[in-house]
């Protein structure tokens, strides 16, 4: 099955810009949509097909998808940015929505 | 921000069900599919299935084919996930989202619940 690889965890300081990426085999092929978890709260998609937000989304928050390796960057970060998130595909070959490991995003 | 409203805490027994509901943010699903998610403690999230509420069109993950049934009210504005069999390792968050207009799709995952809570002891 498709695997999607996260580092577990990003620290920045505030105002700084963290970079959170998304390793999978010709990720480049697919399309990646990035969710922002909160504890207690619903996901909330920040980044969907590569590079395009939704409505409300802050601009801080932008994507890109590269050959092997997709990127959500969050500029000027700010304390309400810790989150966990997660990328995610869906893999035509096993038919299946698959989820990256998701990386935990700490503000200093 | 809007979400989907999903029922209550459960708490089930190893072999037993557990039904969770997922009612739409906004009253109802229209043409959307609807994807159920979960998420283990300390765990990433893992795709369950997905239904067409309108058409009754379902699928699952092949790792729940046996144990899950997804369904919705002929109005489209409810969604169910039933999962039987339970194990201790079901013990989870469940979420409800809206996708696309298939059960299979690129499209994202656009509005969540706000995650049902299943214990399994």
């Not at chain 2, 058409?55 to 996930?81: L, W």
């Not at chain 2, 201790?88 to 619940?113: E, H, K, Q």
Request: charged fraction near 20%; hydrophobic fraction near 35%.
């Amino acid at each position: 099955s498709y695997v999607l690889t996260q580092a577990p965890s990003v620290s920045v300081a505030p105002g700084q810009m963290a970079t959170i990426t998304c390793g999978g085999d010709n990720l480049a092929r697919k399309t990646v949509h990035w969710y922002q978890l909160k504890p207690g709260q619903a996901p909330v998609l920040v980044v969907f097909d590569d590079s395009d937000r939704p409505s409300g989304i802050p601009e801080r928050f932008s994507g890109s998808n590269s050959g092997n390796t997709a990127s959500l960057t969050i500029s000027g970060v700010e304390a309400g940015d810790e989150a966990d998130y997660y990328c995610q595909v869906w893999d035509t070959y096993s038919d299946h929505y698959v989820f990256g490991t998701g990386t935990k995003v700490t503000v200093l | 921000q809007a979400h989907h409203v999903q029922s209550g805490t459960e708490v089930k027994k190893s072999g037993s069900s557990v039904k969770v509901s997922c009612k739409a943010s906004g009253g109802t699903f229209g043409s959307n599919a609807v994807k159920w998610v979960r998420q283990a403690p300390g765990q990433g999230l893992e795709w369950v299935g997905a239904i067409i509420p309108i058409f009754g069109t379902t699928k699952s993950a092949q790792k729940f084919q046996d144990r899950v049934t997804i369904t919705a009210d002929e109005s489209a504005t409810t969604v169910y996930m039933e999962l039987r069999s339970l194990r201790s390792d079901d013990t989870a968050v469940f979420y409800c989202a809206r996708g696309g207009f298939n059960v299979n799709d690129d499209d994202p995952f656009d509005l969540w619940g706000q995650g049902t809570m299943v214990i399994v002891s």
